[in-house]
């Protein structure tokens, strides 16, 4: 099959809220830098709906309303949709049937195993009643990975569970039914800050459930508050005592996204961020002078972003469209995913007219 020789990429994001600089710097901006290289010949990003409702089930108003928001921040950040088909989930059965099959191949041990659902688990208190659709979503993730015969998946750091159940699934699968899926890999962000980039209240992970974010759609003044208000190092009390920098958010913040040039331009005292940090272990940088520099970076990246975010609103209907769409051309690619599956699963019953006459042959002797 000569699709196996394509280059595809799949990601997404759940439409659990507005989408916030965490996803921007860890997989939205190289989806953007990817979808402009020109380099791959299909590219689909998924609004995942049906995933977010195995932890959202009784708030279906907070996705319905989402799989909005999060289209207009990808289309704001650069994704066009004459190159990239954005679909959503829920409207493309094929996956479900797929899953439905792939249930088969991992065991409950294995999902256990899985230490992003782990930590997931215990930030939602699920641990003494989780829901079988949350238990399982890496199954339904493999599908939809699979699906759509994805090479490449840009995600962050959580998802490298996701991708290894992925190809684990697609081992097993080919093994069993002859060479069918497509084994998929994830692609990382360079930057090491933007592997996980952490909230602003210091935890470990920006997310939207965490209420810790700084929203591409923030406003300015929203987003100067945020960072004004950031957590640092504790232990630097008065400007005096030498700082920290690792487990700092806000020099996280400056690794993922300040460059040489921004000192020219806001801070013309240093010549890098080597230079600022090092003063900030010393002692003797305060951390209001560094947030304020973080805020002028931040917000030069961000004000594009804003600017034609508010353009796209004015056009709710012409969003939709694009989502209608781009779901079609995602439905007819995983619906030829599943006919595959379902040929070498011998489950293609009345396609099948050479299992037919050979079973009838059987029959009249
Ligand atoms: P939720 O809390 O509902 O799970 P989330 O903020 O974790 O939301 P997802 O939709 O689960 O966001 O993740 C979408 C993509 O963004 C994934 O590729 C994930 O790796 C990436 N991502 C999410 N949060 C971060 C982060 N803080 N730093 C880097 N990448 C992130
Ligand atoms: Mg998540």
Not at 195 to 209: E, H, N, Q
Not at 233 to 243: A, K, Q, Y
Not at 333 to 346: E, F, H, I, P, Y
Request: aromatic fraction near 8%; glycine fraction near 4%; charged fraction near 30%.
């Amino acid at each position: 099959m000569d699709t196996d020789m394509a280059k595809i990429i799949l990601t997404g994001d759940r439409p659990t809220g507005r989408l916030h600089v965490g996803h921007y710097v860890g997989s939205l901006k190289r989806r953007v830098e990817l979808q402009n290289s020109g380099e791959y010949d299909k590219i689909f990003i998924m609004i995942a709906d049906a995933q977010a409702l195995t932890d959202n089930a009784d708030n279906p108003e907070k996705v319905r309303q989402n799989i909005i928001e999060v289209a207009l921040d990808y289309l704001a950040c650069g994704i066009d949709p004459d190159q990239t088909d954005i679909l959503i989930q829920s409207q493309i059965p094929e996956l479900c049937e797929l899953s439905f099959y792939y249930m088969n191949l991992v065991t409950v041990s294995r999902l256990q195993r899985n230490p992003t659902v782990k930590t997931e688990i215990q930030m939602r208190n699920f641990e003494t009643s989780i829901p079988v659709g949350f238990f399982t979503y890496p199954i339904s993730q493999a599908a939809d990975i699979t699906a759509f015969r994805a090479t490449t998946v840009p995600a962050g750091e959580d998802q490298m569970p996701m991708v290894e159940q992925t190809r684990e699934i697609v081992h097993r699968f080919n093994y069993i039914y002859g060479d069918t899926l497509v084994e998929p890999n994830i692609l990382l962000p360079d930057n090491k800050a933007c592997l996980r980039l952490p909230g602003t209240d210091g935890k470990a992970k920006m997310s939207k459930s965490l209420g810790n974010c700084i929203y591409l759609s923030d406003s300015a003044d929203e987003v100067r508050t945020k960072i004004m208000s950031m957590f640092t190092d504790p232990t630097h009390l008065r400007v005096e005592d030498p700082g920290h920098v690792e487990d700092n958010p806000v020099f996280i913040y400056l690794d993922a996204f300040c460059r040489d040039e921004h000192f020219t331009r806001f801070l013309p005292d240093y010549s890098c961020l080597d230079e600022l940090k090092a003063h900030y272990m010393r002692g003797g940088l305060g951390d209001v002078k560094v947030k304020r520099f973080l805020n002028n970076v931040m917000q030069e990246e961000l004000e594009p972003i804003r600017t034609r975010r508010k353009e796209l609103e004015k056009d709710i209907p012409a969003i939709y469209e694009i989502l209608k769409k781009g779901t079609a051309a995602a439905k007819e690619m995983a619906a030829g995913t599943l006919a595959d599956v379902k040929r070498s699963m011998k489950i293609n019953y009345f396609d099948d007219t050479a299992w037919i006459d050979e079973q009838s042959r059987k029959y009249s002797e």
